[in-house]
């Protein structure tokens, strides 16, 4: 009798917490919070080719508009919209296809428009799409440096645009340059690489190494920037062949991750700017957290993540970004402005404006369109 009530209470139990798990919107729904917010941006910068100005003045082809571009073209791949498509062309068309710096920078920040620039020409073969972008890696495969990306968001910016590249051109060069350079920086900036092997995240830059310390005692890993290479780490595990000799450490790279990631998520669903001091500006904060799960929905919807961990996580991640940060009118909100710490940009709350708003909805698009796909 007592085994049977046993049983009959974890039943209960069981049923409770099934009841009490969340669920994905509907498709409808999901496609409706991106069009919102998606519509907010295109409304308010008409002129996708008008500079950007906060305390200077800077093109709009910079690393923040880029990575919303990138956005854009996934949530193209779901909901066709010529408007879409034309958005980002005369995007490409304002700046004559060209990168800031021109085709000789080295940074990563001013190669990542190259993205969005490959992604139009595989629709519209036009060779002005791609030919200041193509002569810029050339020219970083031709010069073998390999310590370029000293800063981890660098990985984000620049190694899609290798892959890209190297996957149109059936060149294994570009793969090989990708992975020397994303080799040094995880191994050899620093005193020993930005990525630690025991917590499998990563340190911002050399400056965030050991015995650099958050207030809590631990070491600082930023969210939004082990956010930009796990993105980083979708984005080349999809295009990358698998025949690769580098491939199997990417995705062991992308699984160690998630893993750690998902074990430190807030219990509504959110990550902290600070990803192991909570208390280090702890609120809510959602490129992290868009980065993280656009990450676990892809890595599910291909089978590498084990869906009963990581689905409920996204989950609750996705429903807690809209429910928070979504506004009536499509802004959004707990966007952390541009920086490299949890302190930077700060305070991030509902209703704060970031010094740029287009990086951070080019997270939430990328998020969302993988969402969408998985359900």
Known sequence: MRLYSVLLFCLFMTLAADSNAQKLPSKKNILKTLRLTNGY??????????PIFTNIERPSNIWTRAVYYEGLMALHTIDKKKAYYDYAV??????????RGGISTENADNQCCGQTYIDLYLIDKK?????????????????????????????????PVFTKLGK????????????????????????????NREDHLWW?????DPPYKEPNGEDCYWSRGNGWVLMALVRVLEELPKSDPHYAEYLQD???????????????????????????YGGKEITGTACFTYGFA?????????????LPALTKAWNAMVKDAVHKNGFLGYVQGTGKEP?????????????????????????????????
């Open 127 to 159: 060779e002005e799409r791609i030919r200041d972008i193509k002569a810029c890696m050339d020219r970083v495969v031709a010069s073998e440096k390999i310590d370029a990306w000293s800063w981890i968001d660098a990985i984000q910016m620049a190694m």
């Open 298 to 310: 892809w890595g599910v919807r291909n089978g590498l993540l084990d869906k009963k961990t990581y």
């Open 254 to 280: 992308f699984k160690d991750m998630s893993a750690a990631l998902v074990k430190i998520q807030r219990p509504d669903g959110l990550w902290t700017a600070s990803l192991h001091d909570p208390n280090h």
């Open 41 to 50: 941006f295109m409304n308010k910068w008409p002129d996708p080719g008008k």
């Open 204 to 208: 911002r830059d050399k400056d965030f």
């Open 343 to 375: 302190k930077d940009g700060q305070p991030v709350t509902y209703t704060s404006k970031p010094d740029f708003e287009d990086y951070g909805l080019g997270c939430f698009l990328l998020a969302g369109t993988e969402v969408y796909k998985l359900k």
């Open 90 to 99: 005369l995007w490409g068309e304002k700046h004559n296809w060209r990168l």
């Open 168 to 195: 149109l051109y059936n060149d294994s060069r570009y793969f090989e340059q990708m992975y020397d350079m994303y080799a040094y920086t995880k191994n050899k900036h620093g005193d020993n690489g930005l990525y």
